[in-house]
């Protein structure tokens, strides 16, 4: 080592470990304080933990959460295959939604479908050309749960569209051209050449969706929706304990955000370490289609 590079390092060495002990001195002082003020009523914190409403609140949760994502990556793949068409209406159509969606608050849409009625109070589903017709009470079908799963899943599948849409960009053209001369549909080539090599970009990103969603569920208490955090609300509303009920509700989210970040780093670390393999895996797939039209 290069005699003059050691007092820089021993400078450092000495730096960081003054910045550790400030961390830990301040992390202390915070912890301390926190459980010592008797003003956060831990002992209610407990009680209402696992309190029957607080966990059906939070199945509500998941439950959102999961119809949310499932819907809305299914329908981001369609708006993802559209922007990425050479049909320019189908094109723009899809980048009108995307636009729309995103620029727009998520919870402007969640009270805006709640009150789909004021617009349109009865939907007729008929028949064309015959006398077959019904009327359905919009505000019948339109309750808060399902206003809750259409707002957020529509507005879940505008940001899903541009996390795919980006995976496929990241797909090397010359892949996309040799499956192109081969003679490939394009179902095929989606299925054999883009979507392998598109995986490592879109999965981490969905995962930091699924607990952005998951987190983002707090908003449709709005509606009325007896979430997570509505439980916790309806409670707090009865008993004046805010602050406890709070830290309740809040504890679950952290709790739920760290289960949902290890499986989420797993599929990242695999994802990473398959990425260097899937060009050849592409390849593979191209070749075997070569051997298929030779024979």
């Not at 029957?52 to 509500?60: A, H, K, N, T, Y």
């Not at 981001?76 to 723009?92: D, E, F, H, N, Q």
């Not at 990473?272 to 393999?277: E, I, K, V």
Request: hydrophobic fraction near 50%; proline fraction near 5%; charge should be positive.
């Amino acid at each position: 080592m290069d005699p003059a590079l050691k007092p820089r390092l021993r400078r450092r060495s000495v730096f960081e470990y003054a910045a550790w002990a400030l961390c830990t001195l301040l992390a202390v002082g915070i912890l301390t304080s926190v459980s010592t003020n008797p003003n956060f009523r831990w002992d209610v914190v407990a009680r209402y933990f696992t309190h029957e409403s607080i966990l059906r609140g939070l199945m509500l949760t998941i439950v959102l959460t999961v119809v949310s994502m499932v819907v809305g990556t299914l329908l981001g793949l369609v708006l993802a295959i559209m922007r990425s068409s050479s049909i320019k209406p189908v094109a723009a159509t899809a980048g009108v939604y995307i636009t729309f969606f995103r620029g727009t608050p998520v919870l402007v849409q969640l009270i805006f479908w709640f009150n789909i009625a004021a617009l349109y109070p009865n939907m007729s589903i008929g028949i064309p050309f015959t006398d077959v017709n019904t009327a359905i009470d919009v505000n019948a079908i339109i309750t808060p749960i399902a206003a809750a799963i259409i707002g957020l899943t529509l507005n879940e599948a505008a940001y899903m569209a541009e996390i795919i849409r980006g995976g496929f960009s990241s797909v090397g053209k010359g892949q996309i051209e040799a499956a192109d001369s081969l003679g490939m549909s394009g179902a095929t080539k989606m299925r054999k050449v883009i979507i392998p090599q598109a995986m490592p970009s879109i999965i981490p990103a969905t995962g930091n969706q699924v607990i952005g969603m998951f987190k983002g569920t707090s908003l449709v208490s709005v509606l009325g929706v007896a979430e997570l955090l509505q439980s916790a609300q309806l409670i707090y509303a009865r008993t004046y304990e805010t602050i406890p009920l709070l830290i309740v509700a809040s504890l679950w989210y952290l709790l739920m955000t760290l289960l949902l970040s290890y499986p989420q780093s797993k599929l990242e670390q695999r994802y990473a370490h398959a990425s260097s393999r899937i060009p050849r895996k592409a390849k593979t797939a191209v070749l075997t289609d070569t051997e298929g039209v030779a024979r």
